[in-house]
């Protein structure tokens, strides 16, 4: 389970977040939506302990550990996993290298590179990218949908428990959509992570069977209730009667 309490957040010496509250439990999927500038972006970047944002106060636990002081790469070795709407380009690194680099920090053994090998060639079948591309430097001039296959392939080689997917429909044609909601469908039936999907718009939602939502403003958790909210949310707006007055589990 993850429990956000009370936390509040500063980036460039703004605050952004305050008095944000949050519990996901595991195997849950929570979908987190709001008007744009209110913190969706950083709840995520504060989770994965991104040096710009600072946590000030509250708390964050995970099954019941202590994370506010943790380094982004110790939040990695929990199996937390962040795929964002602009994927970061690293020239000079392939995938293989980094792949077989952290599934051996992981399991802390040395990764049998035949067992990687096929399991990479399979996942990038499974995702729908040449096999070529293990050897490819990490999204460096790959087209949109391209890096948010390789940010999938990622996924299903590291097999992460808690997945934030931060805009991820960001950008995306009807068919990309189509890919990447089955795709991430897949990876919940095959694995049954938590995960925390911050989106605009419903369409990514369709390809998931059950999920809560909470909607942010200013910095905090105003309402949280169940996928009904999304249809409230888009026919009224977040600011709405129809929105204050929905179902509030909070």
């Known amino acids: 389970m993850l429990e956000i309490k009370n936390l509040v957040v500063k980036a460039q010496e703004k605050e952004i977040l305050n008095d944000f509250n949050l519990n996901i439990d595991n195997g849950e999927i929570m979908v987190l939506m709001g008007p744009n500038g209110t913190g969706k ?5 504060a989770l994965m302990h991104h040096p710009d944002y600072e946590i000030i106060s509250g708390v964050i636990k995970s099954n019941g550990k202590l994370l506010n002081d943790l380094t982004p790469t110790e939040i990695g070795r929990l199996g937390f996993f962040l795929l964002g709407q602009n994927p970061t380009e690293i020239e000079g690194i392939t995938n293989a290298e980094l792949l077989r680099s952290i599934i051996g920090e992981i399991n802390g053994k040395k990764v049998d590179v035949f067992a990687f090998q096929k399991k ?3 996942v990038c079948k499974l995702v729908g990218l040449p096999k070529e591309f ?5 999204n460096f001039n790959m087209s949109g949908g391209e890096k948010k296959k390789n940010e999938l392939l990622h996924l299903f080689m590291l097999e992460p428990k808690f ?7 960001s950008g995306l044609d009807v068919d990309a959509m189509k890919v990447v909601g089955e795709l991430l469908k897949k990876y919940y039936d095959m694995y049954h992570p938590t995960m925390l999907i911050v989106t605009h718009h419903a369409d990514i939602l369709k390809y998931f069977d059950d999920y809560k939502v909470s909607i942010i403003n200013d910095g905090k958790i105003i309402k949280t209730g169940s996928k009904d909210l999304v249809s409230l949310i888009e026919k009224h707006g977040f600011r709405s009667n129809a929105i204050a ?3 509030n589990h909070e």
Request: charged letters at 35%.
């Open 134 to 138: 293990m050897h490819r430097d990490i």
């Open 120 to 122: 990479l060639t399979e």
């Open 41 to 45: 972006s950083t709840i995520c970047k």
């Open 245 to 247: 007055g929905s179902e």
């Open 163 to 169: 997945i934030i997917l931060d805009e991820i429909d």
